[in-house]
């Protein structure tokens, strides 16, 4: 348990570095781009312009990471007084200040959002925008102040010391060793959190004083990957084997490198072949001297061509660098792959991945079993989660509406994937729950979504059907009538269950707030809050656009007293694994008399404008009209 947390803390914190640096990327690239075209030694020699390149690097850039740091931890005004704090390393420095940024922004945006809690509930009324913005102004410029002082040398000091260090390890051979530790975390679980969070800040000062950084190829060198996956391509068998020619243009040209991540995790050896071609690759590029003259993200050797200096020396060693890695893991991929067993399970190498980096890929999605046509005929489609009571019910809710909407007479239900019938034809889960979903009605169409909300294959799935609806004129009325019957909702969404502008430091401490108040309101028993948890951490319960549903778990339905619901605003969001979450239904559901107030939720919350008004609602009353309005 140990071990897990501080994987989970690890993972977490390497994110939280590179969710500063990303969004940003694109100044990166444009501060890149400038350097290379208009500096004396650039493609296009430019005095004047070449003035843009020191106060972007020294300004703009850090100045950007401080405000997104800030905004992370505490939204607008956190990355107001982020950014205001970390203009305090900026001129107490020399040097482009990326590290003392990521310090600062977050710093600041953590002060200001303890001081707004503290006086939430304390500010008179007509007096609230002269507090804001005094307290920001005044909290901004201390902070600034002591970033002058005392940050802005250490981080200069530290950051000097990272610079000798590398230049120490290029001097004696030794940078590509980095590979040990680069290659396997990039698999596991910290690929942009390395990159942009560690080398990208510290192969830019590189650049101000060299022109160039090496550290920028170490971890978007596409070189072993790619040849990982061209062993595949010769070497491996069934679905690994067809599916990798597609997964290496990706991640070559596309620069996707997760693309290759799930390949490795079926066969773990493989790594070996991903640490020796990175480890060839980096002593190639020491060799020749390559490197590169702004950030390559993503890691496409397009990219990487685009950011290598303007000379022909350069251009030779970046591509020897990539070329090298992807022969070396090439060679040692087949080896690994022509010697033993292989697991062929993509999906469960796919949904290892994203445990592994404790959240969703971009790319897991790509792994999906291949499945024929849409049955004809269909009846019924069944939504499926692992209670049946919250996820599955609202997308069940959503897709009900849009088959109307089409004048198909077809059957749309939820339940538990333990409950899934036996004949179902269509069956929709989330991506987490699909491999249980195919083990329990292996025959069935399986649809997997990431976004219960909002999800374009819901219309992908309408416009398959509308070739085909033969559902009979009884079912579709036994179905309407059954909806009918469910009883009514009054009283399930009370006023005094309804909580505004409330503030978690984790999900954790969110699911627990909702299980309370559904405690105390006599519909659960108290060990439903922990089931609550459970299923949360089996399989998360973000719905998208900011919505969360915590709920209990099939076995925890025993639990449930009566129907209830709570609705919990949370204007700044909590985290729900990388998600941003600002509206939480928390639900207990016995015997459907819930479903008819949750599809109304459903449907209201598929609307991004509905959001914004209930995540904006200055009493209880106002948020329960924009749900009752659906």
């Keep these: 348990m140990a071990q897990s947390n501080i994987k989970v803390a690890v993972q977490k914190f390497g994110n939280f570095l590179s969710s500063m640096v990303m969004p940003n990327i694109g100044a990166f690239i444009a501060w890149g781009l400038i350097t290379a075209l208009f500096i004396p030694t650039g493609f296009f020699p430019n005095e004047s312009l070449a003035k843009l390149v020191d106060p972007m690097v020294k300004y703009l850039l850090p100045l950007l990471i401080g405000y997104t740091g800030g905004k992370l931890v505490h939204d607008q005004r956190g990355g107001v007084v982020g950014a205001i704090a970390t203009m305090g390393v900026i001129v107490g420095s020399d040097i482009p200040m990326f590290l003392g940024a990521m310090i600062m922004g977050p710093l600041g945006g953590y002060i200001i959002k303890k001081f707004d809690q503290f006086i939430e509930g304390k500010v008179k009324t007509g007096f609230e925008m002269l507090i804001n913005n005094f307290s920001a102004g005044i909290l901004g410029g201390i902070l600034a102040i002591l970033a002058f002082l005392g940050v802005s040398p250490a981080v200069d000091g530290f950051t000097g010391a990272l610079v000798v260090g590398v230049d120490w390890m290029v001097a004696h051979g030794l940078l590509p060793l980095t590979s040990i530790l680069i290659e396997p975390a990039k698999i596991l679980f910290l690929n942009n959190a390395i990159n942009h969070g560690i080398l990208s800040p510290i192969g830019a000062e590189q650049i101000r004083t060299n022109g160039q950084s090496i550290l920028l190829l170490l971890e978007t060198n596409p070189g072993p990957g790619l040849g990982i996956l061209l062993a595949y391509c010769f070497f491996g068998k069934g679905t690994a084997k067809q599916s990798a020619p597609g997964a290496a243009i990706i991640h070559f040209i596309g620069g996707i490198h997760e693309i290759y991540f799930p390949y490795v995790l079926m066969r773990p050896l493989l790594i070996i072949a991903a640490i020796l071609g990175g480890m060839s690759g980096v002593f190639t590029f020491v060799l020749l001297g390559g490197g590169l003259q702004a950030v390559a993200s993503p890691g496409s050797i397009l990219a990487i061509l685009a950011a290598t200096p303007g000379n022909a020396g350069s251009y030779v060693a970046n591509i020897s660098g990539v070329l090298v890695a992807a022969i070396v893991s090439f060679i040692v991929g087949s080896l690994i792959l022509k010697t033993g067993k292989q697991t062929e399970d993509l999906d469960e190498a796919a949904r290892k991945m994203q445990e592994m980096k404790g959240k969703k890929s971009s790319v897991a999605g790509s792994f999906t079993k291949q499945q024929g046509e849409v049955p004809a005929s269909v009846q019924q489609i069944v939504f499926a989660c692992d209670a049946g009571m919250g996820s599955s019910a609202m997308g069940a809710s959503l897709l009900r509406k849009k088959v109307k909407q089409a004048d198909l007479n077809i059957s749309v239900t939820n339940t538990a994937i333990s409950n899934i019938p036996s004949d179902a034809q269509i069956v929709i889960t989330q991506e987490e729950l699909t491999p249980r979903a195919q083990n329990k009605v292996p025959d069935a169409y399986h649809i997997s979504v990431d976004n219960f909300l909002s999800s374009p294959e819901y219309d992908k799935l309408i416009d398959q059907l509308k070739n085909d609806h033969t559902t009979s004129k009884a079912e579709e009325e036994k179905r309407v009538s059954a909806e009918n019957n469910t009883d ?46 459970e299923r949360d951490n089996m399989t998360s319960t973000y719905m998208g656009n900011d ?23 949370v204007p700044e969001g909590v985290d729900f694994d990388g998600e941003k979450v600002r509206l939480i239904f928390g639900i207990a559901g016995k015997d459907g008399t819930h479903l008819e107030i949750l599809s109304g939720i459903a449907i209201t919350c598929s609307d991004m404008d509905n959001i914004e008004k209930m995540v904006h609602a200055k009493s209880a009353k106002e948020l329960m009209a924009i749900i009752q309005r659906n």
């Design 488 to 533: 009514s909702n009054d009283g399930l969404l009370k006023e005094e269950n309804v909580f505004l502008n409330q503030h978690f430091s984790s999900k954790e401490e969110a699911i627990r707030f909702a299980g309370s108040v559904l405690v105390k309101g006599g519909y659960v028993e108290e060990n439903y809050v922990e089931a609550m948890i």
């Design 547 to 569: 919505v969360a549903i915590p709920h209990g778990t099939e076995e925890a339905k025993k639990n449930v007293l009566r129907s209830g619901f709570t609705v919990i605003q």
